[in-house]
């Protein structure tokens, strides 16, 4: 079975829900070993101020994540609706787009940085995918029957035979 991603409207709110998981997790496991060593010593304060940042900043990196990933769906799907056809462009121009509006605020060059960043990323992606997707086409590709000459007849003018 074919794997189909959800329909434009519907992509948002899910690549939006995909990235907050995503965030929190990563978050919860980095600010978890973050907490544990910068707590005092003592295997129960490290444990609790490992608890005590995971609570505190997990969420925020989820929600970090989340707006990324639902402004790269809102821009893909824009994409998809302007152009009328999903090919790795959108991707990669979603990335440069979502990169340098998320850090507009921070000045132009710092917005054309993550702008190019943000497309290098989805541009090696989306890369990736088209490599994995060939290499493992070809295991699946039907092998053609060998072609070998009849015994009775002449050889052919280029064979092994006559060089």
């Known amino acids: 079975m074919e794997y189909q991603r959800e329909p434009c409207p519907w992509r948002i709110v899910d690549d939006c829900g995909g990235a907050f998981t995503m965030g929190a997790i990563g978050g919860a496991v ?3 070993i973050k907490g544990f060593r910068n707590a005092p010593s003592g295997f129960q304060r490290r444990a609790f101020g490992s608890i005590i940042a995971v609570k ?3 969420p925020i990196i989820g929600g970090n994540f ?3 990933g639902g402004m790269f769906s809102t821009i893909d799907c824009t994409l998809v609706y302007f152009r009328q056809k999903e090919d790795p462009w959108n991707s990669i121009i979603s990335g440069f787009a979502t990169g340098g509006i998320l850090a507009a605020r921070n000045g132009a060059g710092a917005m054309v940085g993550s702008a190019v ?12 995918g088209i490599l994995f997707t060939r290499m493992t086409a ?3 590709r039907p092998m053609s029957p060998p072609t070998e000459e009849p015994m009775n007849s002449p050889p052919s003018f280029g064979s092994q035979q006559y060089q």
Do not use: H, N, Y
Not at 117 to 128: D, R, S, T
């Open 56 to 58: 505190e900043r997990a």
């Open 30 to 32: 980095f600010q978890s």
């Open 138 to 140: 070809d295991q699946f």
């Open 66 to 68: 989340a707006v990324w």
């Open 117 to 128: 960043v943000g497309g290098l990323i989805l541009a090696l992606i989306e890369g990736m």
